[in-house]
Each structure stands twice: as C-alpha cells, then as structure tokens.
C-alpha cells in the first residue's frame, strides 16, 4: 500500500501547502516530477520535524534515463493560518547524458554536476547552506542498469553520494525508485495538482469533491512507460493493483511500468528488428526517419542495451558500423513499428495490453506527459484533440525531408528531430492497440507539458 500521510489538506489555489514539514511541498509544484514526490515525500514523512522561522529550501535532483535535471525549493518554515506559500525558484539542466550512461565511468559522475550546483549555490543563501536538504531519485534508465550491471550501478550512485556529502547542502541519499512508484506518484501527482483530491466548501472546510473523477496518468520516459489509473473491475492478477489511500479515501489504482518501452529504449528495438530483417547487415533504409537523412550508428549502441541484447546478430561486434538511410514513409514506418510489440501474447484474453501484460479497460479521463506531450508538440498539438487530427499531423510530419524540418521545429535538435516521426507511430500502437484506447475515447487523453 502507498499512503501519503499528511496532517492537513493543500491549497491549490496560489499554490499553498498546509503542512508542519516539506513533505507535501512537491505535491503543489505543477508537474514538477515524480521523483520529487517520491523522494521528498517518502523520506520527509518518516523525518518530521517542526521548522523553525524563515524561509527554507530544499534540492532535488530527478535522475531520468536520459537527462538530470536539478530543481530548487523555497517556503516559508513559519505557519499562517497553518499554510505555507511554496514556489520552485531554480531548475537547471546537467550537462550530457543520464547517469546510467556512466556505468563505465562511475568518476565522472560528479563532473557533470558541477555547472548546476554552482548555480544552486547561488540560489539558496550561505547561512542556509547546512540545513539545506538535497535529494537524488533514479527512474528506469538505473533501474536498467542496475538489472544488467549491479556493480556498476551501485558505483554509480556510490559515486554520486561521495560528491554530494562533498557539498555544502544536507544530503539525504540517492536511491533508485521502482517503475510501480513511479507510476503511482505520478498519478498521485496529476490528480493532486487538478484538486481532485480536497476542495474547500462554502465555509471554508477542506471536504473531498462529491463526485469527481480522478484522472489517469500516462509517462513516456526514456527507458520505461507508466500506465496509472482508477479501475472499477480489476482481475486475479493483482500484482499490478494497488490500494492507495489519501485523506481518508482509499482509491484501487491500476499501474503497470513497461521496461524497455520508453521512447529511447523502444526506439533500439526498433531499428535492431530493421536489422534483423535486413539481408544487409551494414546499410539499411529506416521508413521512419525523413528522406535526405542519414547517420551511422555502431552495434554496441543499438545492441549493447539489456532491451536489445536478445536481437543481436550472430555475427555482433560492438564496433560495426550500421548506416541508416531514411525514407519518410509513414505507411510503412507505422506497419513496421507494430513489430516492437507483442500483441499475439494477448491473443483472445480480455483485459490484456501486450506481451501478455493484464490490463483492466481505461475508463475515464487521462493526462499524457513527458514523451507523449512532446511528440505531440513536434506535431503542433497539444491539450486535447481527436485521432483523426493525430493521425492526419503525423502523416504530414512523417512527409517531410530533413531539410525541412528545421522550418517546422522551434528547438532544432538532430536526435530528437529524426526520431519524432517513430516517436508519433510509436504513441499511437501504445495507446491504440495496447492501452486500447479507442477514436472515441482518444480526445478524453490531454496531453501536458511538465513544469
């Protein structure tokens, strides 16, 4: 069971916690991060402690498969009528690559962090330094690593906590959340933030909404891909099923994290099938890159994941050049995408996503961030919008040659740009033939931006 054990309700409006400790303060910053909520929720709510006056602040850092972002806190410690104003005054971007990428160079871990913790430094004022409390969460690019290297992720994050205790804030450990936490905090996380949790009534109580609808949570990371959300009839299977209790109301939540399906991950998986069924095991055309496109990729970069490692070709050396050459046919980049799933695993069973996954039906409405708010937005869409409108913006993105692009991105990037023509494909077999989302129930998912 996930509880969130707080003494008092949170105003939404103006972003007010009420709260004798920083542990719900991640729960009113607008979709800030899982991560955030897991670490500073299930760590200072076992460490209670009545804050003395003056403004306080807290560090995070959301460790995610293929970036770190750092994130700073700042509340008032004194209470007026028991409510606390709370704010994210700093977010800073590391340099490079998520820290499971040095799982063969756990030393230079530290290096990475360095330009962002000398502007956290500015942030939070000297004399506050010392009780300043700075977290590390790690989500499924860790959790990977750690399933195919545990040495090396334990490295990792051995030396992460060497740099930290280094600094002058109050390190609190760096641990590496499961996918089923994720998926949980991240429901907790959009439901919280649209109130649909407490509200106050005419005389100012704080009551639960009479018949609100709790929204589901849908995540496309890097490594993994969370599907969170009420179910009214769950199965047998209960692995996947978790009674979650806030304020009073216990809520049957559905969660199931998909390993090896976030965007990056399912994307090696991609192009090692293209490979696979290939008779040319160094120059293949990929339907989902634009035309006039091409770039190279060594085998140890699309094999050398523990998501891909099973396709590896007999004749796998890591340091083989494979050619891409893209084509910009969407038909085919969609028809070849399908590839990456196992639907036949749920062949005639009822309540089944794919690769033999249990799944109860999606009812109700739906918030879609991080990879899905994206791609939609590569596409030119964002809040809510039909299928039809998906398909026919997808088409047109896919049309496009490289040359192209550039006119139709604001933030031009040479990896992501390439990629969101699979990226929109991929979204649409996820949501469409696994979570079983249909053209009606489509415009109930909105997809948004994380803060």
């Known amino acids: 069971m996930f509880t969130v054990m707080t003494r008092?309700?949170?105003?939404?409006?103006?972003?007010?916690?009420?709260?004798?400790?920083?542990?719900?303060?991640?729960?009113?910053?607008?979709?800030?991060?899982?991560?955030?909520?897991?670490?500073?929720?299930?760590?200072?709510?076992?460490?209670?402690?009545?804050?003395?006056?003056?403004?306080?602040?807290?560090?995070v850092l959301d460790a995610g498969s293929s970036r770190t972002t750092v994130y700073v806190y700042q509340w008032p410690a004194e209470k007026e009528n028991n409510t606390g104003v709370v704010s994210q005054t700093f977010k800073c971007s590391v340099k490079g690559s998520g820290i499971s990428s040095y799982g063969n160079n756990s030393q230079d871990v530290p290096k990475a962090f360095e330009d962002c913790m000398l502007k956290v430094k500015e942030q939070v004022p000297l004399p506050l330094h010392r009780s300043t409390r700075i977290y590390l969460g790690a989500t499924a690019g860790m959790r990977l690593l750690r399933l195919q290297n545990e040495t090396a992720a334990n490295e990792v994050l051995a030396s992460i906590q060497s740099y930290f205790k280094s600094q002058p804030f109050d390190f609190r450990g760096a641990q590496i959340i499961s996918g089923q936490e994720e998926g949980v905090y991240g429901w907790i996380t959009a439901n919280y933030i649209k109130g649909n949790f407490l509200e106050?009534?005419?005389?100012?109580?704080?009551?639960?909404?009479?018949?609100?609808?709790?929204?589901?949570?849908?995540?496309?990371?890097?490594?993994?891909?969370?599907?969170?959300?009420?179910?009214?009839?769950?199965?047998?299977?209960?692995s996947d099923v978790v009674q979650v209790s806030l304020y009073g109301y216990t809520y049957t939540l559905y969660t199931h994290s998909f390993q090896c399906y976030g965007r990056n991950e399912a994307e090696k998986k991609f192009l090692a099938m293209l490979l696979q069924n290939s008779p040319n095991e160094t120059n293949l055309t990929n339907p989902c890159y634009p035309m006039n496109y091409s770039t190279t990729f060594t085998m140890g970069q699309v094999f050398g994941s523990l998501c891909t490692e099973k396709q590896r070709p007999e004749s796998y050396n890591t340091?083989?050049?494979?050619?891409?050459?893209?084509?910009?046919?969407?038909?085919?980049?969609?028809?070849?995408?399908?590839?990456?799933?196992?639907?036949?695993?749920?062949?005639?069973?009822?309540?089944?996503?794919?690769?033999?996954i249990y799944q109860p039906k999606v009812q109700g409405p739906f918030v879609a961030f991080a990879g899905f708010y994206y791609t939609a937005n590569a596409l030119n869409l964002s809040g809510s919008f039909s299928l039809t409108a998906f398909n026919s913006s997808t088409w047109d993105f896919c049309k496009q040659t490289w040359n192209e692009l550039p006119f139709l991105l604001p933030k031009f990037d040479e990896v992501y740009a390439r990629s969101y023509c699979f990226s929109a494909h991929y979204i649409y077999h996820l949501l469409i033939n696994g979570y079983k989302f249909t053209e009606e129930t489509w415009p109930q998912i909105h997809f948004e931006k994380e803060e």
């Open 8 to 59: 008092q309700p949170c105003e939404q409006a103006g972003f007010k916690a009420l709260s004798r400790t920083p542990a719900i303060i991640t729960l009113v910053v607008l979709f800030v991060s899982v991560v955030v909520l897991v670490t500073i929720t299930l760590i200072q709510v076992h460490h209670p402690e009545i804050l003395p006056p003056g403004l306080k602040y807290g560090i």
């Open 200 to 238: 106050k009534n005419l005389w100012h109580m704080w009551v639960h909404p009479h018949g609100v609808e709790t929204t589901g949570a849908l995540d496309l990371g890097g490594a993994s891909t969370q599907i969170s959300f009420v179910a009214e009839e769950v199965g047998l299977n209960t």
């Open 319 to 356: 340091n083989d050049i494979i050619y891409f050459k893209g084509t910009g046919d969407p038909s085919l980049c969609r028809e070849k995408v399908a590839s990456i799933f196992d639907f036949k695993a749920c062949h005639g069973q009822e309540g089944c996503s794919f690769d033999g």
